[in-house]
T-cell receptor, first 115, second 114 residues
C-alpha cells in the first residue's frame, strides 16, 4: 500500500458527461501528480500541484481540469467525455516540489470507461 | 521520435532465467533514471533509480545507465513468477521548470513461467 488513496476505483459513464476523480496523497506529501495510462499511449503526465498551486502542466486537455485543496487532497475533473478518454487515471504524490527527490508514490488508479 | 522508447514485449522466460529490460531515449538532458514495476491493474511502484551513468544493484535487480549511448537497462537475476509484471522505465531532466517531471516508457510486460 503506497499510502495514496484514489476514488472511485471504477467508473462507467456516457459520452458528454462529466466526472470527478479524487486523490488523497500520502501523509506529509505536498505534491500531487495526475497521470493518464492507456494501452496505446502509455503513462502520460497530465498536471502537478504543489501545496495548492499548479506547478507543471503536461498533456492535459482543455476539457480536463484539476485542483488541490488546502487539506492537500486533489480532484481531477473530466468533462465532455469522449470514448477516447477511457483510461486508467493515476494520482501520485511526493514529499516536495519539482526540485525534490525522485520518489513519487502512485495510487491504485481510477479506471474510467466511457460508453 | 518519441523521447523514451521501450520494447513492449511481451517477454516470457522460465523461472530462474536472467531477464534484461531496456530503454533508449533521445533527450541528452535526462539525468535521473528510474525503473517502476506495475502489477496488473495496480499503480506503478518504484524499483530503482540511478543518477547519471553507472550501475546500481539491489538484491536480484541491477540497473545500468549508459548516457553516451542513451540506453538504460534493468537486469533481474534468478527471476521468479512473482516478478511477472509490466516494467516501466522513467527519466527526467535535472531540477527546474516543467522538465522536472518524469517521462515514462510504455512498459515491457514480463511473464516468468514456473
Amino acid at each position: 500500500d503506497s499510502g495514496v488513496t484514489q476514488t472511485p476505483k471504477h467508473l462507467i459513464t456516457a459520452t458528454g458527461q462529466r466526472v470527478t476523480l479524487r486523490c488523497s496523497p500520502r501523509s506529509g506529501d505536498l505534491s500531487v501528480y495526475w497521470y493518464q495510462q492507456s494501452l496505446d499511449q502509455g503513462l502520460q503526465f497530465l498536471i502537478q500541484y504543489y501545496n495548492g498551486e499548479e506547478r507543471a502542466k503536461g498533456n492535459i486537455l482543455e476539457r480536463f481540469s484539476a485542483q488541490q485543496f488546502p487539506d492537500l487532497h486533489s480532484e481531477l475533473n473530466l468533462s465532455s467525455l469522449e470514448l477516447g478518454d477511457s483510461a486508467l487515471y493515476f494520482c501520485a504524490s511526493a514529499r516536495g516540489g519539482q526540485n525534490s527527490g525522485n520518489t513519487i508514490y502512485f495510487g491504485e488508479g481510477s479506471w474510467l470507461t466511457v460508453v | 521520435q518519441k523521447e523514451v522508447e521501450q520494447d513492449p514485449g511481451p517477454l516470457s522466460v522460465p523461472e530462474g532465467a536472467i531477464v534484461s529490460l531496456n530503454c533508449t531515449y533521445s533527450n541528452s538532458a535526462f539525468q535521473y533514471f528510474m525503473w517502476y514495476r506495475q502489477y496488473s491493474r495496480k499503480g506503478p511502484e518504484l524499483l530503482m533509480y540511478t543518477y547519471s551513468s553507472g550501475n546500481k544493484e539491489d538484491g536480484r535487480f541491477t540497473a545500468q545507465v549508459d548516457k553516451s549511448s542513451k540506453y538504460i537497462s534493468l537486469f533481474i537475476r534468478d527471476s521468479q513468477p512473482s516478478d511477472s509484471a509490466t516494467y516501466l522505465c522513467a527519466m527526467r531532466e535535472n531540477y527546474g521548470g516543467s522538465q522536472g517531471n518524469l517521462i515514462f516508457g510504455k512498459g515491457t510486460k514480463l511473464s516468468v513461467k514456473p
